[in-house]
């Protein structure tokens, strides 16, 4: 095992010793790496008395080690990956967690809120990519037909301007999200609080599938992770400090999804409300949110959640974006038509030519040129985006 | 004619010859009195141009004073009263829209917000008192449902806790709200843009006549006065200004009802707003002024609203009422009794001694007094408040 594999194990074994957000742990990784941090609790040299009694907990179950080892066997058989923050895909923007301390704690759960060590992905987009102009949508499971309206409508339109749509892949709000962006053909990420080979609940399967097809399944737990209770609340901080802004929209009192709007008020995230009528239970946590804090923006529709996040994705879009892009080497025309291209599915050249406004000749050409940039595929009925390069893993 | 007499005279006058609330016309009574006020204007001494020819084209129609003579006449035959700041019933916080200035005025109309020179009453409540805890419930006239349900609720809750109820007597949320509090036996104010005598739309000639009877119909228009468009957001800047705060329940964009809360918040008053379904027209314009205004705070019903208009009412009560009550004189047991009686009707008195805590032949005793107090009047189905005194006028 070299080095960099060493690293990626202690990292899932640490995740398994102590659940993630755990702060202390992710401190001491920070300090000493995460090989150092996992030698150190395993020889029963926790700086805190509770954490040396859940490690030693573990450890009667387990070998830590032998546990990670068989998750990453495990994930590779299911096409699953481990992304970690030495991966090009990291999702960097989940380091803001660092600052996330929620005010009146009570529960352990709510003080714990350090970044993730590390992602459990199914899907091909690069976690980072997927993650940079996203936008997460939660609300109630026992939502209304109101709220799954208004969430559908937000998770298509979101996708229709190419924003990533994230969600926590529960029935109601969060099905109806993922559902509106699919239906867009747009990517949507599912953050679990269970094994991504297992995605919770049941009855959302066939939506699972469609979201591993497209978009991207993730989690922290390792394949084979129950969705225990404290799980969806310490995900529920990955959803608010991994996107650029929440959207709750239905949420009864005190919901999870309110707790997500929190956490993304206090990591400096833009959280936004969806109101309703106040005759409805399923509204009471949405506008008690509005209520409680100046600094959730009521918004009605799509064109609202835009104008809270776009400046800050127009702000990050350069910085991260800019210089790995190849379209940048292209001009004008083969641009357009890769813009025009799809997110899903193949179109045909006249269509596309027509939609990219580009002459049919000129479309021809610049797609065989996409096509040997491995930027295009040419398919029976027509050209779709070729599938996302498999994401580099960092040294 | 009396000095008295003559200046209640100029204050309609003055009225008819520029609309209310025209700030010079304020500022010269406030400096020099309205007889002296009216002599200047008629003797073709206005300061401004377009004020000047404004009274020359109402002269050209009519005298002023016979004008104003002849509408007090047929007040005093319709039984309607004219309030001035001479009266102690005058609701002073009215004086608080001096200060009132509406940002980016296109129309005259908005930049003339000063304060009414008199009020036309119908009802027998002294006009101060009635609005002194007084919350206003407004909102669009081609209210759904849901909007008409949410203001019923609102104007019952509110007159059950014995705050009056104050709106326009429009069709939809108006009369909703006065509904909900003429059902809860309460206090409910309708502010006019016309006549008491011919209060608009006809269609609720049978509310007004309910208000009437139990409320007060209220108007800085002489009886006879139409309706005309910008007479009703002449008229908002008293609902606005005269309530402790104003609560919008459904109002389309820019509507009336948006108006009436933007004159709230520039006065200083609490402005609240009821949210609805994003998918409903009819709270659009709700939606806005809580994403326009931080300081309109969303209420989602009467709980909140107490919350907001509460602590001030608190405040003021003993300001303004404290020691001309009679009631401080009374021992607990009668003011309970007195409490128990139903705001409107009569009520036998074994269910008033049950409701009052209070045995029956004490109840009895205690009630004796009472009508000797002229606080209570027997009736053949039981006791029931008095009427209040005649108000009395200043000198």
């Known amino acids: ?232 609340l310490i995900r529920n901080r990955v959803i608010a400090g991994g996107t650029l802004g929440t959207v709750v929209v239905e949420a009864s009192a005190r919901s999870g999804a309110t707790q997500t709007a929190r956490r993304a008020i206090y990591t400096g995230r833009v959280a936004m409300v969806v109101p309703g009528p106040v005759t409805s239970a399923m509204s009471v946590g949405a506008h008690e949110l509005l209520r409680e804090f100046p600094k959730a923006r009521l918004v009605t529709g799509v064109a609202h959640v835009l104008e809270e996040v776009g400046r800050i994705g127009a702000d990050l879009a350069p910085l991260s974006r800019g210089p790995q892009r190849p379209t940048d080497a292209l001009d004008d025309d083969a641009r357009s038509l890769l813009e025009a291209l799809p997110r899903r599915g193949a179109m045909g050249v006249d269509r596309l030519a027509g939609r990219a406004g580009v002459d049919v000749r000129t479309a021809l050409r610049k797609l065989s040129l996409l096509e040997e940039l491995s930027m295009v595929v040419r398919r029976d009925d027509g050209y779709a985006l070729a599938p996302p390069a498999t994401p580099r893993r960092g040294t």
């Open 1 to 232: 095992m070299n080095a960099d594999e060493e690293s990626r194990l202690a990292r899932v074994a640490l995740t398994w010793l102590a659940e993630p957000g755990t702060r202390v742990v992710h401190q001491l990784v920070e300090r000493h790496g995460p090989v150092a941090t996992l030698d150190l609790l395993l020889d029963g040299g926790s700086p805190d008395g509770w954490l040396h009694s859940t490690v030693a907990a573990r450890s009667a179950v387990g070998d830590a080690r032998a546990v990670a080892a068989e998750a990453l066997e495990r994930a590779e058989r299911l096409g699953a990956r481990l992304v970690t923050p030495d991966d090009d895909e990291w999702p960097t923007r989940v380091g803001g967690l660092t600052t996330l301390r929620l005010p009146d704690v009570t529960r352990r759960v709510d003080g714990e809120t350090a970044p993730p060590l590390c992602f459990w992905v199914r899907g091909s987009w690069p976690l980072g990519e997927a993650l940079e102009r996203s936008v997460a949508v939660v609300g109630a499971r026992a939502a209304t037909g109101y709220g799954q309206h208004v969430a559908t409508e937000l998770g298509y339109g979101l996708a229709e301007r190419d924003w990533t749509v994230v969600s926590g892949g529960a029935f109601g709000i969060d099905a109806a999200a993922h559902r509106g962006a699919l239906t867009a053909g747009g990517l949507t990420v599912a953050v679990l609080a269970c094994g991504v080979d297992r995605p919770y609940p049941m009855g959302n399967t066939a939506l699972f599938d469609r979201i591993a097809d497209t978009g991207l399944l993730v989690s922290e737990w390792p394949p084979g992770a129950e969705p225990l209770r404290p799980r969806f």
